[in-house]
């Protein structure tokens, strides 16, 4: 019932900025907590920042805190994850997920019960 579609992934250079956004439909988003992940060529999926049902609690990964920024707006059933001053070790597949059973915050790709399809990150040298 839940549908979750990323976008505003691409290619840029180290140093540049994306944005991207993932739509959530089927349900209430409200309910929701929220969170992105990354998967890297060879790596095991990453968590890379959460954000609470109201927006009033975010959390990130050490390695992007201060560069991303993740935000929701209710009112559009969309979640935000603003990139900026990219790096090369950021080139990943980026999923959005989706949970409502837990209501607190999670880093686990086991915790959440809705994903996305990914969306291609990839940042040049």
């Known amino acids: 019932q839940v549908r979750l579609v990323e976008s505003g992934g691409g290619l840029v250079q180290a140093g540049g900025s994306l944005r991207l956004s993932c739509a959530f439909s089927g349900r209430s988003f409200v309910y929701y907590y929220m969170a992105w992940f990354r998967q890297a060529p060879g790596k095991e999926r990453e968590f890379a920042a959460a954000?609470?049902?109201?927006?009033?609690?975010?959390y990130y990964l050490d390695s992007v805190k201060g560069r991303f920024t993740i935000s929701r707006d209710n009112a559009k059933n969309t979640v935000y994850l603003q990139m900026n001053s990219l790096k090369p070790e950021d080139t990943a597949v980026y999923y959005c997920a989706a949970d409502s059973t837990r209501g607190r915050f999670s880093d686990s790709r086991y915790e959440y019960e809705y994903w996305g399809q990914g969306t291609q990150v990839t940042v040049s040298s």
């Open positions: 954000i609470s049902w109201s927006g009033g609690s975010t």
